[in-house]
């Protein structure tokens, strides 16, 4: 089976941390994705990539960057966290536009 | 612009009882649309997906879509709910780059 792991469940940070999201995927699949989650207000996509050092912005990127330097791996990147970044964050890849995503278990971040 | 509009926020049903979810999309070609569902606390799963052909889909768990055109319309249905069905639920359409397009989400209860 497809798997996609986020490393870590729950993450309380500052304000001012510079956080990591971490996402794998074993899948070898081109395009990665990170979305936020908030109640009311469905997924929102953060950034993608397309490609190993690829990346496209989202609809919200804003206080966000991410690094894909190999293919299995994709991780976003809160440069100064802030209380309104406080969401749930889903990574999902897929292999194209054929395939439906395959998504992490996500990581619930709470900045204090 | 691309979008989805998920009209129910919340339903509740008794357990047995036949479910519909709404919903509707806006998007200019043939779309690639997708049910997820999501458990409390888990990342999401592929329900269904319509792609082309039959506009009724099947799914897992018992679901099934269909994809009206002329209402730009894509509802899930499944004839008989279980309490384990409770859970939240997103329409997406597929963009370009891949990208998905979530709607809101709507929340299901069960009652025994």
């Known amino acids: 089976d497809v798997k996609v792991t986020q490393s870590s469940r729950y993450l309380v940070k500052r304000t001012g941390e510079k956080v990591f999201l971490e996402c794998v995927q074993d899948?070898?699949?081109?395009?990665m994705f990170w979305y936020r989650q908030d109640p009311g207000l469905g997924l929102r996509l953060i950034y993608f990539?397309?490609?190993?050092?690829?990346?496209e912005k989202g609809d919200i990127p804003e206080g966000y960057s991410v690094s894909r330097e190999k293919k299995e791996r994709f991780s976003l990147i809160l440069e100064s966290a802030s209380t309104n970044q406080t969401s749930m964050y889903l990574c999902?890849?897929?292999?194209?536009?054929?395939?439906?995503?395959?998504f992490g278990s996500g990581t619930r971040l709470t900045v204090v | 612009a691309q979008s989805v509009t998920q009209p129910d926020i919340h339903i509740t049903v008794s357990e047995g009882a036949s479910l519909e979810l709404r919903c509707n999309y806006s998007y200019g070609a043939t779309p690639y649309l997708f049910w997820y569902v999501q458990s409390p606390g888990q990342g999401l799963q592929l329900l269904l997906k319509y792609f082309s052909g039959d506009t009724l889909v099947q799914g897992i768990k018992g679901f099934e879509a269909e994809f009206k055109r002329s209402q730009s319309s894509f509802n899930l249905r499944k004839p008989s709910v279980h309490w384990s069905d409770a859970a939240e639920y997103f329409c997406a359409v597929a963009g370009g780059y891949n990208k998905l397009i979530f709607g809101a989400g709507t929340r299901l209860a069960v009652h025994p």
């Open positions: 999902a890849s897929r292999r194209d536009a054929n395939y439906g995503y395959t």
């Open positions: 990539s397309y490609d190993v050092k690829m990346k």
């Open positions: 899948m070898d699949h081109e395009n």
